[in-house]
């Protein structure tokens, strides 16, 4: 105290005699404004260095002062437990090592203390929050009911006729007390000044009624007081400096966890209105192009025999862009609702080998039509059953499939499966879809993931498709812990392989 007084005096004489700050001080026309100026600044000034500079905004400060007061709650809980716990270790001492009966007066001091700790620790914790709000009040009751206690302690033994030993152990309580009274008890400025002066008081009281008052040792004893008085305001101030920064840091931490967040959710459900958008939109076009193609085909079969050879040809054709625009809806309905797809619906039984054949099944007609030859290789997991998603892993087959044919004007389709034991009747297992087509070439490899993309802007022409289909096979193989990943060479063709594990049943 005496020190930082001290320290701000110099600063603001130096300050003021130097004329820092730029305005003069001393006008002649405003004399006593500048005084009142002055007397203003210096009060500012000194509440300033003693409150170790608040924050400017007051709401901040507010939040910052209620943070503090609950960790000092905190610290005054610990204080009591750990109070307690010295003194049942110090009795039991004492009881077991030193045979002192716990009839004794020094033991039964130390069980009143026991229990004057326990019961403030036990009350602090179940009140924390009026703890907290009378923090200014209840601080130094509890710093004075500390001291009291520990110096009626150390009165009523008098350590055992040893003066010095009571000097020393009075002064040591308080000097600690002191500093944490600024420190841990984190009072405002003005109490804790009163509060030192009361301990100094209450000091000096004890040692006068022990019977063994020594006027240089009590001199001696204030000169302790007031350094550690010094020492606590400084580290106060120290604390107080760093608390303010990690509580600003934790702060904006906090509000940049808390706008993440937010992002997050907008983020979301802004997908969300998209997908489902996207879902509704596809599938009430869908809808009516249903009935064109049902009707084309009706008109088709009514006018059998009766048109000619180039009206045929323009119905044909009008059928075929139908389907392909119902493809490309089934694909966008698909992508849309991707999230529910790829939901994990539970295992179900199945055997692979069965699921493959059926999906080169489904091919099989436009394969056909293209005249390419197409090789099954299931061998290795023949008659097997697994359990996992078989409708995922259908669809995924199925488009990996039907790219090939799509691509592919001559040679061969291959599908084969192999599989790799990991554990008893764990499996990993890889698919292959090999063909003989246009292949893709190297820079495009890593593109043909993503939604909407196509090798070249004409394949929508030439081959249909929208683009979404293996962005689609992506997501369902992630979705069962499982990849896809491709080789290929243009002209030479194209090796898609998706790897993933499976259980066997
Ligand atoms: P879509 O086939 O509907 O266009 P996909 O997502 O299934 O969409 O495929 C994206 C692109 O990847 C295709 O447009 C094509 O350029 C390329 N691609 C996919 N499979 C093959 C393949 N087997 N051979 C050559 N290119 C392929």
């Given at each position: 105290?005496?020190?930082?007084a001290?320290?701000?005096?110099?600063?603001?004489?130096?300050?003021?005699?130097?004329?820092?700050?730029?305005?003069?001080?001393?006008?002649?026309?405003?004399?006593?404004?500048?005084?009142?100026?002055?007397?203003k600044s210096?009060?500012?000034?000194?509440?300033?260095?003693?409150r170790?500079?608040?924050?400017?905004?007051?709401?901040?400060?507010?939040?910052?002062?209620?943070?503090?007061?609950?960790?000092?709650?905190?610290?005054?809980?610990?204080?009591?437990?750990?109070?307690?716990?010295?003194?049942?270790?110090?009795?039991c001492?004492?009881?077991?090592?030193?045979?002192?009966?716990?009839?004794?007066?020094?033991?039964?001091?130390?069980?009143?203390?026991?229990?004057?700790?326990?019961?403030?620790?036990?009350?602090?914790?179940?009140?924390?929050?009026?703890?907290?709000?009378?923090?200014?009040?209840?601080?130094?009751?509890?710093?004075?009911?500390?001291?009291?206690?520990?110096?009626?302690?150390?009165?009523r033994?008098?350590?055992?006729?040893?003066?010095?030993?009571?000097?020393?152990?009075v002064?040591?309580?308080c000097?600690?007390?002191?500093?944490?009274?600024?420190?841990?008890?984190?009072?405002?400025?003005?109490?804790?000044?009163?509060?030192?002066?009361?301990?100094?008081?209450?000091?000096?009281?004890?040692?006068?009624?022990?019977?063994?008052?020594n006027?240089?040792?009590?001199?001696?004893?204030?000169?302790y007081?007031?350094?550690?008085?010094?020492?606590?305001?400084?580290?106060?101030?120290?604390?107080?400096?760093?608390?303010?920064?990690?509580?600003?840091?934790?702060?904006?931490?906090?509000?940049?966890?808390?706008?993440?967040?937010?992002?997050?959710?907008?983020?979301?459900?802004a997908?969300?209105?998209?997908?489902?958008?996207?879902?509704?939109?596809?599938?009430e076009?869908?809808?009516?192009?249903?009935?064109?193609?049902?009707?084309?085909?009706?008109?088709?079969?009514?006018?059998?025999?009766?048109?000619?050879?180039?009206?045929?040809?323009?119905?044909?054709?009008?059928?075929?862009?139908?389907?392909q625009?119902?493809?490309?809806?089934?694909?966008?309905?698909?992508?849309a609702?991707?999230?529910?797809?790829?939901?994990?619906?539970?295992?179900?039984?199945?055997?692979?080998?069965?699921?493959?054949?059926?999906?080169?099944?489904?091919?099989?007609?436009?394969?056909?039509?293209?005249?390419?030859?197409?090789?099954?290789?299931?061998?290795?997991?023949?008659?097997?059953?697994?359990?996992?998603?078989?409708?995922?892993?259908?669809?995924?087959?199925?488009?990996?499939?039907?790219?090939?044919?799509?691509?592919t004007d001559?040679?061969?389709?291959?599908?084969?499966?192999?599989?790799?034991?990991?554990?008893?009747k764990?499996?990993?297992?890889?698919i292959?879809?090999?063909?003989?087509?246009?292949?893709?070439?190297?820079?495009?490899?890593?593109?043909?993931?993503?939604?909407?993309?196509?090798?070249d802007?004409?394949?929508?022409?030439?081959?249909?498709?929208?683009?979404?289909?293996?962005?689609?096979?992506?997501?369902?193989?992630?979705?069962?812990?499982?990849?896809?990943?491709?080789?290929?060479?243009?002209?030479?063709?194209?090796?898609?392989e998706?790897?993933?594990?499976?259980?066997?049943?």
């Amino acid at each position: 105290m005496v020190n930082a007084a001290f320290s701000w005096g110099i600063c603001r004489g130096c300050t003021l005699l130097c004329g820092v700050g730029g305005k003069p001080v001393f006008s002649e026309s405003s004399r006593t404004e500048a005084a009142r100026e002055m007397r203003k600044s210096i009060r500012h000034s000194f509440m300033r260095q003693m409150r170790g500079r608040p924050f400017r905004n007051t709401r901040l400060e507010q939040e910052f002062g209620a943070a503090y007061h609950l960790s000092g709650v905190r610290t005054g809980y610990v204080f009591s437990l750990m109070a307690a716990l010295s003194f049942v270790v110090f009795s039991c001492v004492e009881y077991f090592a030193f045979k002192r009966p716990m009839t004794d007066t020094v033991q039964v001091v130390r069980a009143a203390l026991i229990l004057l700790f326990f019961a403030i620790g036990w009350h602090a914790k179940v009140h924390t929050e009026k703890y907290e709000k009378n923090f200014h009040i209840v601080a130094p009751a509890l710093m004075v009911v500390y001291v009291s206690g520990i110096l009626f302690f150390e009165y009523r033994t008098q350590l055992y006729g040893h003066p010095e030993f009571f000097y020393l152990s009075v002064n040591s309580t308080c000097i600690l007390l002191t500093i944490a009274c600024y420190y841990f008890m984190r009072l405002p400025i003005s109490i804790a000044i009163l509060l030192s002066l009361l301990l100094a008081a209450l000091t000096i009281g004890t040692v006068y009624v022990s019977g063994v008052f020594n006027a240089t040792v009590v001199g001696r004893m204030l000169t302790y007081i007031s350094v550690s008085n010094a020492v606590g305001f400084w580290i106060r101030r120290m604390f107080d400096m760093r608390e303010r920064r990690i509580f600003l840091q934790t702060k904006r931490l906090k509000n940049v966890a808390a706008l993440k967040q937010r992002l997050i959710e907008a983020e979301t459900a802004a997908n969300r209105t998209k997908t489902t958008f996207m879902a509704m939109l596809s599938h009430e076009i869908r809808t009516p192009m249903h009935t064109v193609t049902r009707l084309m085909s009706v008109m088709q079969k009514d006018f059998e025999g009766q048109l000619s050879e180039k009206r045929l040809k323009t119905f044909q054709q009008v059928e075929q862009a139908c389907d392909q625009l119902l493809a490309t809806l089934d694909d966008l309905l698909h992508y849309a609702m991707l999230g529910g797809t790829s939901r994990d619906d539970g295992d179900s039984e199945f055997k692979l080998d069965v699921l493959l054949v059926e999906c080169a099944q489904i091919v099989d007609h436009s394969r056909q039509e293209k005249g390419l030859k197409l090789a099954i290789d299931v061998e290795q997991i023949a008659g097997k059953i697994f359990a996992g998603q078989p409708h995922k892993l259908k669809r995924v087959i199925l488009n990996l499939l039907v790219n090939a044919i799509k691509f592919t004007d001559h040679g061969e389709i291959r599908l084969a499966v192999a599989s790799h034991e990991l554990a008893p009747k764990r499996y990993q297992v890889t698919i292959s879809v090999t063909d003989t087509g246009i292949g893709i070439p190297a820079a495009e490899l890593k593109n043909i993931f993503q939604p909407f993309y196509q090798v070249d802007s004409s394949y929508s022409r030439r081959f249909g498709g929208s683009g979404l289909g293996l962005s689609i096979c992506q997501e369902l193989m992630r979705s069962i812990g499982g990849a896809i990943a491709v080789k290929s060479e243009p002209v030479t063709g194209s090796a898609f392989e998706v790897t993933f594990p499976l259980t066997e049943r």
